[in-house]
């Protein structure tokens, strides 16, 4: 008997691998958009590869990528630190802190990242004087605002505090996924609050909260292309100053798309290992 055939009792079943042509319909497609890809990018003169060889490791682009790994760093250590305060405000039995926490996440989650980095990189026109003593009453020392803050800081605070909403709800649907049982049972053994929280509730949170803080990770990233707006020189901005004298607006964007998915893509390999780490006995 032949492959592709079977024997019963009937007769003789001629088998007949069931046919999929759409999936050649799209790979047809996606090759022939790949090889117009490739054709654009070798032919078309706009690119410029060679200009962008030049700029590519020049000193202020490097500085521009320092600072722009500096800020996501900044941004996002912050952030997280932050989001846990607030997660844990949400979360509270007082009224008062999940209120206050509501409302946090609630003004930094509902206005633009961009506008609020306008509203810090100007904030000494809101506050023109920074003092310290006692709550509504006097002052023992003031100082000029614009003295005491720079733009590093305002773009990195500006980031910070917009990250912190995002995470304090990441953080939030990371404990609310561990099983309330886990903490009553935390409790019997007699763990304080504190003990429960760090040893048993936020290592099993951890699954939950790794893949979108690896995500808000990378989306910072190209986010601190938005301090322009402070004004702040990072990447995106380095390479604005420098098309402004060369003209070559294309080439230099390009260049600074291809060290942004570099630096991108070192990350996405961090998230995939810290993932992996978090994930144990739950992969599919």
């Given at each position: 008997?032949?492959?592709?055939?079977?024997?019963?009792?009937?007769?003789t079943?001629?088998?007949?691998?069931?046919r999929?042509?759409?999936?050649?319909?799209?790979a047809?497609?996606?090759?022939?958009?790949?090889?117009?890809?490739?054709?654009?990018?070798?032919?078309?003169?706009?690119?410029?590869?060679?200009?962008q060889?030049?700029?590519?490791?020049?000193?202020?682009?490097?500085?521009?990528?320092?600072?722009?790994?500096?800020?996501?760093?900044?941004?996002?250590?912050?952030?997280?630190?932050?989001?846990?305060?607030?997660?844990?405000?949400?979360?509270?039995?007082?009224p008062?802190?999940?209120?206050?926490?509501?409302?946090?996440?609630?003004?930094f989650?509902?206005?633009?990242?961009?506008?609020?980095?306008?509203?810090?990189?100007?904030?000494?026109?809101?506050?023109?004087?920074?003092?310290?003593?006692?709550?509504?009453?006097?002052?023992?020392?003031?100082?000029?605002?614009n003295?005491?803050?720079?733009?590093?800081?305002a773009?990195?605070?500006?980031?910070?505090?917009?990250?912190?909403?995002?995470?304090?709800?990441?953080?939030?649907?990371?404990?609310?996924?561990?099983?309330?049982?886990?903490?009553?049972?935390?409790?019997?053994?007699?763990?304080?609050?504190?003990?429960?929280?760090?040893?048993i509730?936020?290592?099993?949170?951890?699954?939950?909260?790794?893949?979108?803080?690896?995500?808000?990770?990378?989306?910072?990233l190209?986010?601190?292309?938005?301090?322009?707006?402070?004004?702040?020189?990072?990447?995106?901005?380095?390479?604005?100053?420098i098309?402004?004298?060369?003209?070559q607006?294309?080439?230099m964007?390009?260049?600074?798309?291809?060290?942004?998915l570099?630096?991108?893509?070192?990350?996405?390999?961090?998230q995939?290992?810290l993932?992996?780490?978090?994930?144990?006995?739950y992969?599919r």
């Open positions: 008997m032949s492959a592709g055939q079977t024997e019963t009792r009937t007769g079943i001629k088998a007949v691998p069931v999929h042509p759409g999936r050649w319909v799209a047809v497609a996606v090759a022939v958009l790949a090889a117009m890809l490739v054709n654009n990018l070798v032919t078309n003169e706009a690119y410029n590869w060679a200009e060889l030049k700029f590519l490791f020049a000193p202020a682009v490097l500085e521009g990528v320092r600072t722009t790994i500096w800020l996501t760093l900044a941004a996002m250590l912050g952030g997280v630190l932050l989001g846990i305060v607030l997660a844990l405000m949400r979360l509270s039995a007082n008062l802190l999940r209120g206050a926490a509501w409302v946090y996440v609630w003004v989650r509902g206005t633009p990242l961009f506008t609020q980095l306008l509203i810090w990189g100007n904030i000494g026109a809101l506050f023109p004087t920074l003092g310290l003593g006692i709550p509504f009453g006097p002052e023992f020392v003031t100082a000029q605002t003295a005491l803050y720079s733009a590093a800081a773009a990195a605070l500006g980031l910070l505090f917009n990250e912190a909403a995002y995470m304090a709800e990441i953080v939030r649907g990371g404990i609310q996924s561990v099983d309330t049982g886990q903490q009553e049972a935390a409790s019997a053994l007699g763990l304080t609050r504190a003990q429960t929280l760090r040893r509730i936020l290592p099993q949170a951890m699954r939950v909260i790794a893949p979108p803080t690896g995500n808000e990770a990378i989306s910072m190209k986010n601190t292309a938005l301090v322009a707006a402070v004004p702040y020189t990072e990447l995106t901005f380095t390479v604005q100053n098309y402004s004298h060369t003209y607006i294309i080439p964007l390009v260049m600074a798309c291809i060290w942004y570099f630096l991108s893509s070192l990350m996405m390999i961090g995939h290992y993932e992996r780490h978090y994930g144990k006995g992969a």
